[in-house]
């Protein structure tokens, strides 16, 4: 009677045990999806709430800057006493309304509404990113659930093989087939799988609460997902790592802020340099006046241009353009830093995901051979020709190489999924920018 390899009876075991919680989940409609998790934590995380306020208080600040060239009305009372020669005086009351426009100010107003709308797009580059950032650590505990889930499958056909065998050497122990050194290494290797199933759960159980949190809903991730089924099996192109650093560069949200952050101080800096130009408005002033309480009140009309340009400030003006030029300096080394911080991450990641898909491979491998090589020493093993001692280090060897196998290729699913959080391709840039910009409308 021919025997089913070790290795292939647990990872069968996985299958059926993954379509079996899908199956579940469908049916009940507890089921998350991969990518519904990122969506759902891209939105709830509270970064984006926070992005969105700085948003709201940019978008401040552009209606600040276009008011700068809107006309202003107020009204005034006035009340007062004094000269009105040489001799005489008398009281004076007013109410009226004050009407001015702004007419020249030398670009103030322009690079006022240029800084502002720089900025605004720096918030939603802002949102952007921090819905990457969500949608990245939701991921993440994503796959982590995936993976212990596939370790305590392989774990509890460990606990199960020991058993078996416990409970065969117990039979055997009132025959003198057995030894109870023997029943001791078998009893120390099962509560040894035990433990580590313990350590299984509790990431498990990790997993699933930073993945709750992070979402808001406590539904158990689905399997098999398409989506990670794409993480594992897409293949990088050698030489590709050139053309994903430049498209980095350009689509990675963070970089966007930065650069628009710059742009925003650099129109200040220039707005405040010009701060010694004039400002001219048009003012035109109508009030009702009357003089000693008399109760006669006069139409008064005044249209004038007011010019003002500041002559000393006690270096306030040179204070502030510094200040702004050191602020614009400073954004420039930021968007640098960044740029040269984003090339090294995207290099690393890039050659670590090169490296678990090769090393994924050859896990593989590795189990396939060590599940052959088990069911070879079992079958010595129940002709006699081998020991217990030596059939159960085989079977330790052959969990260990499947241990490993699931570590390689989740890790892999791991950085590649930081490869997109890296050249800003996940959670869907694009629908999300469209979304920011709709928000955001002014």
């Known amino acids: 009677m021919s025997q089913v390899p070790f290795y292939k009876s647990v990872l069968a075991a996985m299958i059926t045990l993954g379509a079996s919680e899908a199956a579940f989940a469908q049916d009940t409609g507890t089921c998350l999806a991969f990518d519904n998790a990122l969506q759902l934590a891209s939105s709830n995380d509270p970064s984006v709430r926070v992005a969105r306020a700085d948003l709201d208080r940019a978008e401040a600040d552009l209606q600040e800057a276009k008011s700068l060239r809107r006309p202003q009305l107020s009204t005034f009372t006035r009340f007062g006493v004094g000269d009105t020669g040489l001799t005489d005086s008398q009281i004076e009351n007013q109410v009226g309304l004050r009407a001015s426009q702004r007419i020249i100010d030398f670009g103030d107003s322009r690079l006022a509404r240029e800084a502002a709308r720089e900025d605004i797009a720096a ?124 498209d980095a560069i350009s689509d990675n949200p963070e970089l966007e802020a930065l650069r628009r952050t710059e742009a925003s101080l650099d129109a200040t800096a220039r707005r405040e340099a010009r701060g010694r130009l004039p400002v001219i408005d048009v003012v035109g002033v109508a009030s009702y006046a009357s003089q000693d309480f ?16 500041p002559l000393f400030t006690g270096n306030a003006l040179v204070a502030q353009r510094r200040r702004a030029s050191a602020q614009a300096a400073r954004a420039s080394g930021e968007l640098a830093a960044a740029r040269r911080e984003l090339r090294e991450a995207i290099e690393v990641t890039w050659r670590r995901t090169l490296l678990l898909q090769a090393q994924s491979i050859s896990r ?10 088990f069911s070879a020493a079992e079958i010595e093993y129940n002709q006699g020709l081998r020991t217990l001692p030596a059939l159960t280090e085989i079977r330790l060897e052959l969990e260990e190489a499947a241990l490993a196998e699931i570590r390689s290729r989740f890790d892999l699913q791991r950085e590649r999924l930081r490869l997109t959080a890296l050249t800003g391709q996940i959670s869907e840039p694009a629908s999300a920018r469209q979304s920011t910009r709709s928000e955001s409308a002014f």
């Open 294 to 309: 008399d109760g006669n009140f006069d139409l008064q009309t005044r249209v004038g241009v007011n010019v003002s340009v």
């Open 364 to 373: 593989a491998d590795i189990l396939h051979f060590k599940g052959e090589e």
């Open 123 to 246: 918030r939603e580059s802002l949102i952007l990113d921090a819905r990457a950032s969500a949608a990245l650590d939701a991921g993440i505990a994503y796959i982590d659930w995936l993976e212990a889930r596939d370790q305590l499958s392989a774990t509890d056909g460990r606990v199960g093989y020991f058993a078996r065998q416990l409970s065969a050497i117990d039979t055997l122990l009132t025959s003198g087939g057995a030894t109870r050194l023997e029943r001791a290494e078998v009893a120390a290797e099962q509560a040894n799988a035990e433990s580590l199933r313990f350590e299984f759960e509790f990431r498990r159980d990790q997993a699933a609460t930073r993945l709750a949190i992070a979402t808001g809903d406590r539904a158990l991730p689905c399997e098999p997902d398409r989506a990670i089924e794409g993480l594992s099996q897409s293949e990088l192109e050698i030489g590709a790592l050139d053309q994903m650093i430049d």
